[in-house]
């Protein structure tokens, strides 16, 4: 099986800046797509961005300019640097990553989620 642990997520005040990071570990073979995404209370899970096992990103344009995904591939970690962040940016944020494992099945894999709180 595979699993997803996220961490960094916490209190920031409008501005400021926060990197959250998620691992993956179990029988991986390989890793493809990695992303973001996040829920606020009430609302829709949304996608924040994406990122490939090549290294290519995507963004909702409410996060472009301030945001940015990073993996590294030998540690099977994504992560996410949120800079300049807004009292809009207050989310549980959730990882994803689609997993091949030792039996060559793919699935997408989601991370427990963190508490990302922007407030002054």
């Known amino acids: 099986q595979v699993q997803l642990v996220q961490s960094g997520g916490g209190l920031v005040q409008p501005g400021g800046s926060l990197r959250l990071s998620c691992a993956a570990s179990?029988?991986?073979?390989?890793?493809?797509?990695m992303g973001w995404y996040r829920q606020a209370a009430g609302k829709e899970r949304e996608l924040v961005a994406t990122?490939?096992?090549?290294?290519?990103?995507n963004y909702a344009d409410s996060v472009k300019g301030r945001f940015t995904i990073s993996r590294d591939n030998a540690k099977n970690t994504v992560y996410l640097q949120m800079n300049t962040l807004k009292p809009e940016d207050t989310a549980v944020y959730y990882c994803?990553?689609?997993?091949?494992?030792?039996?060559?099945?793919?699935?997408?894999?989601w991370g427990q989620g963190t508490q990302v709180t922007v407030s002054s």
């Open positions: 179990g029988t991986i073979f390989s890793i493809n797509d």
């Open positions: 990122i490939t096992s090549g290294g290519s990103t």
């Open positions: 994803n990553a689609d997993v091949k494992d030792w039996l060559l099945y793919e699935a997408v894999y």
